[in-house]
């Protein structure tokens, strides 16, 4: 039958009221397991499908959580909100997903949409910086259990997970001095995003903690894509004395490394050593493998939401910042650099 069988019908088919029925649906007071058994064989019997949003409008909250990513094509966030996805699923939960195109304008017009909707909760990777102009900060979000992945605004006091950015930087430049090189490069992130900056922090503090000065013009901007990671590499690779390492700080830039090495007729890891962060499936299969530090977009969607139920549970305990461990993966694309 129809989805649009009414609570009536089922009441009327399974011989109990209409607050039995609804009770049972909404699992707000206990019954009977007599009349349970009815109501639920009534439900089968005419194909009823409860409304979510009508159910939570009535509960005052649905059974939606709103993800908002910055970049659906990056590799990196379907692996975050599968994550959050695959538990969301074993909690009765469905995940609303929005694409911000790493642009603080569509997010905030996005969060502004999902503020007037009755959502359970509500889980961001932010493109938002220091703008205290936003939803993220103004209190229209007020009611709805917030938390922020992968990045940190500069303004947000709430619940943050994100990677150990700062210890993936540091492994980078260790494992590049470990391998002789002392011209080290580093293309990094958006400046706005706080996981570009830990990367840079980390990396360019073990320089120098280790003796070496990076020159200004082994610091390169990128984009966190393909295009930028390429276009910063020819910048480099056109120096008097280029590096012979260089450290992408994500795996798209890496690739983009990659490919500029290639337009060059110049070998990686025999020219130029490169390491990657994220450790995308593709980094396993380049010509020649891409060394990478791991950080799990899975374990973090997964991680996020499990934080967030518990926000839902016990919305006045304190925020708290979570920073999940890396690792350096080895692969085949660093050597000790030619004489």
Not at 157 to 184: K, M, P, W, Y
Not at 239 to 260: E, H, K, Q, R, Y
Request: proline content about 7%; some cysteine; aromatic content about 6%.
């Amino acid at each position: 039958m129809s989805a649009n069988v009414t609570i009536k019908e089922i009441a009327k088919h399974a011989g109990v009221s209409v607050g039995s029925v609804s009770h049972v649906i909404n699992g707000s007071a206990g019954v009977g397991p007599d009349i349970k058994a009815r109501v639920e064989r009534a439900i089968a019997d005419l194909g009823y499908t409860p409304n979510p949003v009508a159910r939570g409008l009535r509960q005052q909250r649905t059974r939606m959580i709103a993800m908002i990513i910055p970049d659906i094509t990056n590799p990196y966030f379907p692996s975050v909100v599968r994550g959050a996805e695959d538990l969301a699923f074993e909690h009765d939960l469905q995940v609303v997903l929005c694409n911000t195109d790493n642009n603080p304008v569509k997010e905030a017009a996005y969060l502004r949409t999902m503020a007037s909707y009755s959502l359970s909760g509500l889980l961001i990777i932010p493109s938002v910086g220091d703008e205290q102009n936003h939803p993220l900060h103004d209190g229209r979000l007020s009611g709805i259990p917030t938390l922020c992945l992968d990045r940190k605004p500069v303004h947000w006091d709430g619940d943050v997970i994100v990677s150990d950015n700062a210890e993936g930087g540091r492994l980078v430049a260790r494992h590049f001095l470990q391998a002789g090189h002392t011209r080290i490069a580093i293309i990094r992130g958006p400046d706005q995003f706080s996981n570009a900056f830990d990367r840079q922090w980390g990396f360019l503090s073990e320089l120098t903690s280790s003796g070496l000065h990076t020159p200004d013009d082994y610091i390169e901007q990128g984009a966190f894509d393909i295009d930028s990671g390429r276009r910063a590499a020819q910048r480099l690779l056109s120096l008097p004395a280029p590096p012979t390492a260089i450290f992408a700080s994500n795996d798209l830039m890496a690739l983009g490394v990659l490919s500029a090495l290639e337009a060059r007729g110049l070998s990686c890891p025999a020219d130029v050593s490169v390491i990657g962060f994220d450790n995308l499936d593709v980094a396993a299969i380049t010509r020649p493998g891409l060394t990478t530090v791991d950080q799990s977009g899975y374990t973090l969607g997964r991680t996020g939401l499990s934080r967030l139920l518990a926000r839902m549970e016990a919305p006045d305990v304190a925020p708290e910042t979570l920073q999940l461990p890396v690792r350096l993966v080895h692969r085949g694309s660093v050597c000790p650099p030619q004489a």
